[in-house]
């Protein structure tokens, strides 16, 4: 069993790496009080988690509150991973930086509508040569 390296806990559980952990409780702190219901925290694991990730709450105007959720869930576990499987790993100081910066370039990427190019499907097959021809294919990759 391994030792969460920061809060020196043995049995690490699910719900102590995403939500009970002094780790990662200083990141919920940081990137937003205001992102998980105030009691939510003391629900069981499944509901906490169910309930924000159905938060179709716009946070800071402009961030729906399941897609926030969703990144610092997934920062959590990424830094959990880095610090136990990369000792030269830095924690970083401001976490919601990180987060906050990962979620706006997913805004940013995933905005419908904001692309100008027209989509074309265009449906390839195999094509039999004219006679007298030798046709070679090949996987361009
Ligand atoms: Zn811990």
Redesign the pocket.
């Known amino acids: 069993m391994k030792t969460?390296i920061?809060?020196?806990?043995s049995d690490?559980d699910i719900d102590?790496?995403f939500r009970?952990?002094?780790?990662?409780c200083r990141i919920w702190e940081d990137i937003c009080k205001d992102i998980t219901k105030s009691n939510s925290f003391k629900t069981e694991w499944s509901s906490w988690l169910w309930e924000n990730l159905n938060c179709n709450t716009l946070l800071l105007g402009q961030i729906p509150g399941h897609l926030l959720f969703a990144v610092t869930l997934w920062f959590i576990w990424k830094w959990r991973c880095e610090k136990v499987f990369n000792l030269r790993f830095l924690f970083p100081s401001c976490p919601s930086k990180s987060i906050m910066k990962y979620v706006k370039e997913w805004l940013d990427a995933n905005v419908i509508g904001k692309s100008s190019t027209v989509k074309e499907s265009r449906f390839i097959s195999w094509s039999r040569p004219p006679l007298d021809w030798v046709k070679l294919n090949e996987d361009g990759s």
């Open positions: 969460n920061k809060c020196r806990v690490e102590h790496v009970s952990c002094s780790v990662s």
